[in-house]
Structure formats: structure tokens, C-alpha cells
């Protein structure tokens, strides 16, 4: 290393040995910026758009409604399920949609209930079908019937025969004293319709009840109607199907 000092008469030239730069064999290595084609970068940027998409989703998932049916008061077995028995709701449902009666697809025909569904209550696919094994009949009750006795309500219709000789229907012998005891003719009929007249429920009058029997006790029900005596529906622990 050279070094010149001037004055006002000499130039004078100084020479400086500097000493040798260490040499470990390292080699410095430059930085740089990331580009865009460096693969961290990429999946990073891969990795907040699926984040973002996800979460959108997520949200107008919770907040889509789908239109299903309910129904529009109470329907009983064997009662076809129309347009005009139902009404439409929307719901946020995530799972299980396709077990209850979409709003938004084609109303099958021919279609009836299986069992008793509430007023407002989803009409469910397996509670359907396009027949029924229960028969509607008209009963004439005298002597009032329970408050418990309602449409949807599930009894049981019992035959309580005149006092005299001869047996009940059903094959149950009279008594001892000439008479007859009661016979259970049906059990779990439902309450299809109650028509009473005034004071019908707490004094004695008559009542007509639309029940449906199942079809294998509907002779037991229609044989009882021609016998002489009376009928009486006992309310199933106050169950409603």
C-alpha cells in the first residue's frame, strides 16, 4: 500500500505493507429477497387461500335455510298428505335433511300418514306411505268422554254390553248375576275427530267419535255396533302419537 505526503517543496512516497486478509477457506454469501418462484413464498400464498375459502364457507353454511314441510295441524294414519295439509318453513339443517319432506322438490302423489304427526312438526320420510292398514269408523260414545280424548290421541275402545243373558262381543261369558262383562274390542286407536255437543264432556249426552282401527279389528268393532249395549274409549295413559 502506497502512501504520497506533499509538502510545500517534496513529494514524498511512503509504502505500507498491510497484512494478508485471513483465508479459512469460508466464501461469504450474499442475501437476497425471495421471489415468486421461490416454493416457500408459493405455498404460503396456497395456504391462506385455502384458509380464507374455508372460512367463507363456513359461514354461508350457518346461515343457509332450506325449505321443508311441516304439518299444517295435526294428521292422523291413513289421512293423505297433500299440499294443502302442509305448510313450509325454512330450517338450518347441517345434517339429515334428507329424512324429512323438502319444500323445494316435487310433492309425491298418493301419499298418506303412517302416524300421528303434530301441528308444526316435520313431516318425516319414514312416517309416509302410500297406503295405510288402519280403517276410519264412526262411533257413536254416550255418557261424555274424557277431556284426554282429543284428535291425535291413541285409546283403547271397549263394548260394555246391556244387562241379561248371552255373551259379550269377543267370546266373554255373562256373569253370575245375568249379565255381561265389558270386552276390550280394539286396543291403541287413534282419535281422528271428536264431535261433541254442549256439556257432552262433564255431563251425560253422546258423543261421535272418527277413530281409525287397525283392519284385523274391525269386525270385533263393526259386530259390537249391532249388539245391544254400549261404547267406551279409555284414553292410553294420556299418550298422543
Given at each position: 500500500?502506497?502512501?504520497t505526503?506533499?509538502?510545500?517543496h517534496?513529494e514524498r512516497?511512503?509504502?505500507?505493507?498491510?497484512?494478508?486478509?485471513?483465508?479459512?477457506?469460508r466464501v461469504?454469501?450474499?442475501?437476497r429477497?425471495?421471489?415468486w418462484r421461490?416454493?416457500?413464498l408459493?405455498?404460503?400464498?396456497?395456504?391462506?387461500?385455502?384458509s380464507?375459502?374455508?372460512?367463507?364457507?363456513?359461514?354461508?353454511?350457518?346461515?343457509?335455510?332450506?325449505p321443508?314441510f311441516?304439518?299444517?295441524?295435526?294428521?292422523t294414519p291413513?289421512?293423505?298428505?297433500?299440499?294443502?295439509?302442509?305448510?313450509?318453513?325454512?330450517?338450518?339443517?347441517?345434517?339429515g335433511?334428507?329424512?324429512?319432506?323438502r319444500?323445494d322438490e316435487?310433492?309425491?302423489?298418493?301419499?298418506v300418514?303412517q302416524?300421528?304427526?303434530a301441528?308444526?312438526?316435520?313431516?318425516?320420510?319414514?312416517?309416509?306411505?302410500?297406503r295405510?292398514?288402519m280403517?276410519?269408523?264412526?262411533?257413536?260414545i254416550?255418557?261424555?268422554?274424557?277431556e284426554?280424548?282429543?284428535?291425535?290421541?291413541?285409546?283403547?275402545?271397549?263394548?260394555?254390553?246391556?244387562?241379561?243373558?248371552?255373551?259379550?262381543?269377543?267370546?266373554?261369558r255373562g256373569?253370575?248375576?245375568g249379565?255381561?262383562?265389558?270386552?276390550t274390542?280394539?286396543?291403541d286407536v287413534?282419535?281422528?275427530?271428536?264431535?261433541v255437543?254442549?256439556?257432552?264432556?262433564?255431563?251425560?249426552?253422546?258423543?261421535?267419535l272418527h277413530?281409525?282401527?287397525?283392519?284385523?279389528a274391525?269386525?270385533?268393532?263393526?259386530?259390537?255396533?249391532?249388539?245391544?249395549?254400549?261404547?267406551?274409549?279409555?284414553?292410553?295413559?294420556?299418550?298422543v302419537?
Amino acid at each position: 500500500m502506497t502512501f504520497t505526503a506533499l509538502g510545500p517543496h517534496t513529494e514524498r512516497n511512503y509504502m505500507i505493507d498491510a497484512p494478508p486478509a485471513p483465508n479459512d477457506g469460508r466464501v461469504a454469501v450474499r442475501l437476497r429477497p425471495p421471489g415468486w418462484r421461490d416454493p416457500r413464498l408459493l405455498a404460503g400464498i396456497v395456504l391462506v387461500a385455502i384458509s380464507v375459502a374455508l372460512g367463507s364457507w363456513l359461514v354461508a353454511s350457518a346461515g343457509r335455510t332450506v325449505p321443508v314441510f311441516v304439518a299444517d295441524g295435526a294428521l292422523t294414519p291413513g289421512e293423505p298428505v297433500t299440499r294443502a295439509a302442509l305448510r313450509v318453513v325454512d330450517v338450518r339443517m347441517s345434517a339429515g335433511l334428507d329424512r324429512y319432506l323438502r319444500a323445494d322438490e316435487e310433492l309425491p302423489s298418493g301419499l298418506v300418514a303412517q302416524r300421528v304427526v303434530a301441528d308444526g312438526e316435520l313431516v318425516s320420510r319414514s312416517g309416509l306411505g302410500d297406503r295405510s292398514t288402519m280403517r276410519s269408523v264412526t262411533l257413536p260414545i254416550s255418557g261424555g268422554v274424557s277431556e284426554r280424548i282429543r284428535p291425535g290421541a291413541v285409546a283403547d275402545l271397549w263394548f260394555v254390553p246391556d244387562g241379561g243373558p248371552g255373551a259379550a262381543p269377543g267370546g266373554t261369558r255373562g256373569t253370575s248375576s245375568g249379565g255381561s262383562e265389558p270386552d276390550t274390542l280394539a286396543e291403541d286407536v287413534v282419535i281422528e275427530q271428536v264431535e261433541v255437543p254442549d256439556g257432552a264432556l262433564v255431563v251425560a249426552g253422546t258423543t261421535t267419535l272418527h277413530v281409525l282401527v287397525e283392519q284385523d279389528a274391525l269386525p270385533r268393532v263393526l259386530g259390537a255396533l249391532a249388539e245391544p249395549g254400549s261404547l267406551a274409549v279409555v284414553p292410553v295413559g294420556g299418550a298422543v302419537r
